[in-house]
Structures are given as structure tokens and as C-alpha cells.
């Protein structure tokens, strides 16, 4: 398979504290890869270093063959890399329309951005029921549809995802991930960091566990949902 993401060495710090130590992962195109570790062990860091919002101490990010080590986000965007933050970043006084338009900023096709329109609110029917509403007024769950939607606005290769079930009801956890694999099905190239470790190994082809910032395993997810270390560590057995 075509590596889309390679990552070697990666090391990134916050002034004199190192966050993250000589990672090593890759991503293949068209993969869905799930990134699992506790509070703190350095998830966030590592997704915000490969949408270039944090400058690596070292290391090395190949993004479909090209060296990006430090490249700024908003170049990285039109590479086609996007990242769903953590907390879902929607313009709270925007409506749910004008949020999905600053994902297509970068974009100049009218009729390529009214198709990609149609395609989001086709995934989430709530988002075209509420398009006139601003997004502070939403739900979490329904905020969490926007900051994905918008993010697939871009038409991402790279679909970066960070912790899309936080606070989340049950019922709207299951829609989120259902879409999520509709989207991998589209050969969307995912990699997804999430607390809940059965629903991201479940989603996912393979995984890495992450502990105080180094990656401790790595494996199919079947195999990792199988661990007796990950099983006690991270699925409550």
C-alpha cells in the first residue's frame, strides 16, 4: 500500500518539557489508524505537530512522499491535511452554513463547494435542518457534525480527528462513528485519537498505544483488542 504518512523521530516539547519522544507511525492511503493512550500521554500534541500548529524539537513528518516537518497549517490545509480539534472549534456566533463555507475558503470551484455541501449535509441531515442556525446554539453532538463537516469541506486526503466522542450521549457517539466509517469508505485516509479505546480499536484496521508520550505497541486492531496489557489498560477489564 502507498504510505500517505510516514512520521520518524518525532519529538516535540513545550519550552523545556518534551510532550512527545521519537515517535514513529505511519498511515496508509486509504487507512483508518487508531491512536489510544491515556489523559496526558500525548495525543493531542502529536496531532496538533502533524497539522503544523506545533513545531517538532526533532523528528521527521512525510505527508504523500513530501518532507513537511514545520510547515504551517494553512499550507498543510491546501496539501490536504485537516484536523477536527479536540473541544470541536465551531464559530459559535456563525451559523451552521457560514461554518461549513470557512472550511472551502482555500477553494475557488462554486459548483465543486455546492456539491460538497450537499455531500455533508447528506451525512448529517440535522446540520441542513439547523443551516440558518448559529452554532454556539447547537448541541455537542450536533457542533461535533459541524466541525467534521466543515473540516471535510477542504476535500481532505488526511482526516485528522481528535477525541470526536468527548462528552458526547451514547446514541451520539454511535451517529458520529457511523459517519466517521462512511467517510473511511470514501477512501478518506483517517487517523483518530480517541478516549474511548473499544470504539476507536472497533473503527479501526490498526492502532498505536501511546504512553507518557512514546508510542508502547503497535498492532492490528484485533490483536490489541485481544492484549491482556491493553485489555486491563485502556477497555476497563
Do not use: W
Not at 506545533?54 to 484536523?83: F, K, M, N, Q
Request: hydrophobic share 45%; net charge neutral.
Amino acid at each position: 500500500m502507498t504510505r500517505l504518512l510516514d512520521v520518524a523521530g518525532l519529538t516535540v516539547a513545550y519550552g523545556g518539557i518534551v510532550a512527545i519522544r521519537g515517535v514513529d507511525m505511519h498511515v496508509d492511503q486509504g487507512e483508518l489508524v487508531a491512536l489510544i493512550g491515556a489523559n496526558g500521554a500525548g495525543k493531542t500534541t502529536t496531532l496538533k505537530a502533524l497539522a503544523g500548529m506545533l513545531t517538532p524539537a526533532s523528528g521527521s513528518i512525510r505527508y504523500d512522499g513530501v518532507e513537511i516537518t514545520g510547515e504551517v497549517s494553512h499550507r498543510l490545509v491546501r496539501r490536504g491535511v485537516a484536523l477536527v480539534p479536540e473541544g470541536r472549534g465551531v464559530f459559535a456566533r456563525l451559523t451552521v452554513h457560514e461554518n461549513l463555507a470557512m472550511g472551502a475558503y482555500i477553494r475557488a470551484d462554486r459548483d465543486g463547494i455546492a456539491a460538497d455541501l450537499d455531500r455533508v449535509y447528506g451525512l448529517f441531515p440535522r446540520l441542513e435542518e439547523r443551516r440558518a442556525q448559529t452554532a454556539g446554539t447547537l448541541s455537542g453532538g450536533e457542533q461535533q457534525m459541524l466541525a467534521i463537516g466543515r473540516a471535510m469541506m477542504c476535500r481532505p486526503r488526511l482526516l485528522l480527528l481528535d477525541e470526536p466522542s468527548m462528552g458526547l450521549a451514547p446514541l451520539m457517539v454511535q451517529k458520529i462513528f457511523e459517519v466517521i466509517a462512511a467517510i473511511a469508505a470514501e477512501g478518506v485516509t483517517i487517523l483518530l485519537v480517541e478516549q474511548n479505546a473499544r470504539l476507536a480499536l472497533q473503527a479501526a484496521a490498526r492502532g498505536y498505544v501511546m504512553e507518557s508520550g512514546v508510542i508502547t505497541l503497535t498492532d492490528s486492531s484485533a490483536a490489541l483488542l485481544g492484549s491482556e496489557q491493553v485489555r486491563q489498560a485502556y477497555l476497563g477489564e
